[in-house]
Nanobody
Framework: QVQLVESGGGLVQAGGSLRLSCAAS????????MGWFRQAPGKQREFVAG????????YYADSVKGRFTISRDNAKKTVYLQMNSLKPEDTAVYYC?????????WGQGTQVTVSS
């Protein structure tokens, strides 16, 4: 069982920045595929950014490329999402996810609200 706890959400003006954190449990964090997803009101959950488990490469949704950066600190068992140049359309609940040998775990989510 892997537990994920997100933090760092909040209210920010358009053009501002936030950094989300996701702390994970488990002894082999460095082998986990990790990612961030988001869900806006009335919309489906969508992929934002992630590390591919097979090769560790990062990949991003087109809507956040050049603005968001995913990173990880394996010693701290934490993955981060640095969000810059935020837009009102980035408003959503952001979820951290872990791919542990094709078993997927989710955090509880953290609210990000971007005001115009």
């Amino acid at each position: 069982q892997v537990q994920l706890v997100e933090s760092g959400g909040g209210l920010v003006q358009a053009g501002g920045s936030l950094r989300l954190s996701c702390a994970a449990s488990g002894r082999t964090f460095s082998s986990y595929g990790m990612g961030w997803f988001r869900q806006a009101p009335g919309k489906q959950r969508e992929f934002v950014a992630g590390f591919r488990r097979s090769d560790g490469n990062t990949y991003y949704a087109d809507s956040v490329k050049g603005r968001f950066t995913i990173s990880r600190d394996n010693a701290k068992k934490t993955v981060y999402l640095q969000m810059n140049s935020l837009k009102p359309e980035d408003t959503a609940v952001y979820y951290c996810a872990a791919d542990v040998s094709n078993i997927y775990y989710w955090g509880q989510g953290t609210q990000v609200t971007v005001s115009s």
